[in-house]
């Protein structure tokens, strides 16, 4: 497995109007890895997120995506980048008029032009991967629970075998055993199939039990960038805050292993 970095954030501003909501934000996740990116309301998670994958022009700095410059590559190059990671938002996004074998396939009959005796199997290996049951496919997306939303969701983000995954709150709204299932989804994702993938999260248990390495967002930078161990010891207000509910439910028996 290559350490080579395959999201590279450099010296990014983000302003809107008078607010600066990024003021040289920079780091890098090398390939075949999870990355949690984690901070306070408004610290701009969600916006550095859209920025990395070209929704969302930053004021200034650059963005270089599995090689590829993102805000000024010409629009083929970006086009194929585009083709080469997959996104998973807050609420999946699904199209709430097409099954979920429909949702799945759009992206394969849109950018891959997969042949007509393929695009089933196809379907339903994506679905499979996703940890849906063979009968989800033919249900709508109403008609799923929270977390298999979230799965179905990922089945279509993984449509055309992307190298990286991004997901913003994948485990927002899903109950605890939902939840840890994800995660471990996404570790088999990392582990099995290589994809190097960027997490927004709050969630502490998919902080302290699946990602590789937790970066922090805080007045407009990056304050701390590690494994969540040693981010935890970091002396900043907001992370020791952030981390204390845990620690006084865990006891010493969590402090023992920091």
């Known amino acids: ?4 970095p395959v999201i590279e954030v450099d010296a990014i501003v983000t302003r809107f109007d008078a607010q600066t909501v990024h003021d040289g934000v920079s780091f890098s996740v090398p390939r075949g890895q999870i990355a949690a990116l984690i901070g306070g309301s408004g610290s701009g998670k969600s916006v550095l997120l859209r920025e990395i994958i070209g929704l969302h022009r930053p004021t200034s700095g650059r963005v270089r995506l599995l090689g590829t410059e993102v805000w000024s590559a010409p629009e083929e190059e970006l086009a194929a980048l585009r083709q080469r990671f997959g996104m998973l938002f807050q609420d999946g996004a699904l199209f709430s008029s097409l099954t979920v074998a429909q949702n799945v396939a759009t992206p394969l009959i849109e ?3 997969v042949p007509a005796h393929l695009l089933g199997p196809l379907v339903r290996l994506r679905i499979a991967l996703a940890g849906l049951p063979v009968e989800a496919a033919i249900k709508m997306p109403s008609e799923l629970s929270g977390g298999m939303r979230k799965r179905a969701a990922v089945a279509r983000a993984l449509a055309l075998e992307p190298e990286v995954l991004f997901l913003d709150e994948p485990t927002s709204g899903l109950d605890p055993i939902s939840a840890r299932a994800f995660d471990r989804l996404l570790r088999f994702l990392c582990d099995d199939l290589g994809l190097t993938i960027l997490v927004v999260t709050h969630d502490l248990d998919t902080l302290l039990g699946l990602v590789d390495r937790t970066i922090v ?7 701390a960038d590690g494994p969540v161990k040693e981010v935890m010891r970091v002396d900043d207000p907001w992370l020791q805050s952030y981390f204390r509910v845990r620690t006084m439910l865990e006891g010493p028996e969590m402090n023992r292993g920091i």
């Open 111 to 113: 950018h891959a032009r």
């Open 1 to 4: 497995m290559s350490g080579a």
């Open 217 to 223: 967002l805080a007045d407009g930078k990056v304050i």
